[in-house]
């Protein structure tokens, strides 16, 4: 069974240039979860999606961020105009609904982002 | 609100001695707890998880950790190091068995010498 897919594995962009990430969760699970590393410091948040719906995005940085997941399968994140401090690793994690059970999250490889 | 503090940034040991990764948690429920371990060039992976069964939980690997609720603490422990676990380990917390958000901590990065 393939893992959390993510493209591209790198990415270097200018400030103001727009990039957008892609994550393919395992197939059949419901729950989709994009994180973010800025260097040296902790994993954070971004969002939730259950299927094609957004859960929770309480930790969506600012509008120049967005994420979409049609169909309920992969998601995408786009961050239009990139900026300095957007630089980092982004996470994608995903888990099946299983109401009642403990919901592993399996995370992808991430996307390392680089705006210059 | 919840939080993780891992104590130590970077952790060395030599290859056979015991490893010691120290995590102390913040939250307002009955916690979940999770060690994740991330290779280079891999994705996180779950090592174990607490969910409020036995307070001691064996993972994979040969590691283990030990919930204390008394000292808000859920350290991560090998008897015995190998030079394959040297690796970036992150402790996390959730409100939920996993369905929710995970509230990591900013990761030890562990170094296994000869």
């Known amino acids: 069974e393939a893992g959390v897919t993510q493209f591209p594995s790198h990415s270097v962009i200018e400030k103001g240039q727009t990039v957008t990430l892609r994550c393919d969760p395992i197939?059949?699970?419901?729950?989709l979860y994009w994180y973010r590393r800025v260097m040296g410091k902790e994993i954070k948040f971004l969002l939730h999606?259950?299927?094609?719906?957004?859960?929770?995005e309480s930790g969506m940085p600012n509008n120049r961020f967005l994420a979409e997941r049609t169909g309920g399968t992969y998601s995408t994140l786009k961050v239009q105009p990139a900026e300095l401090e957007d630089s980092g690793v982004y996470f994608c994690?995903?888990?099946?609904?299983?109401?009642?059970?403990?919901?592993?999250?399996?995370f992808g490889p991430g996307t390392r982002l680089t705006v210059l | 609100a919840q939080s993780v503090t891992q104590l130590g940034s970077h952790v060395s040991v030599s290859e056979g001695a015991l490893v010691l990764l120290r995590c102390n948690y913040s939250?307002?429920?009955?916690?979940?707890l999770f060690w994740y371990v991330q290779y280079p060039n891999q994705g996180l992976q779950l090592l174990l998880k607490?969910?409020?069964?036995?307070?001691l939980v064996k993972g994979i690997n040969g590691f283990e950790a030990e919930f204390k609720k008394s000292e808000t603490s859920f350290h991560l422990t090998k008897p015995s190091a190998h030079m394959s676990d040297a690796a970036e380990y992150f402790c996390?917390?959730?409100?939920?068995?996993?369905?929710?958000?995970?509230?990591f901590g900013a990761g030890t990065r562990l170094a296994v010498h000869p």
């Open positions: 607490y969910t409020s069964a036995a307070t």
């Open positions: 939250s307002s429920v009955p916690p979940y």
């Open positions: 994690a995903s888990s099946p609904l299983l109401a009642g059970h403990f919901n592993e999250q399996f």
């Open positions: 999606f259950v299927k094609e719906s957004k859960q929770d």
């Open positions: 996390a917390v959730s409100d939920s068995g996993g369905y929710n958000k995970l509230i």
């Open positions: 197939s059949g699970h419901d729950n």
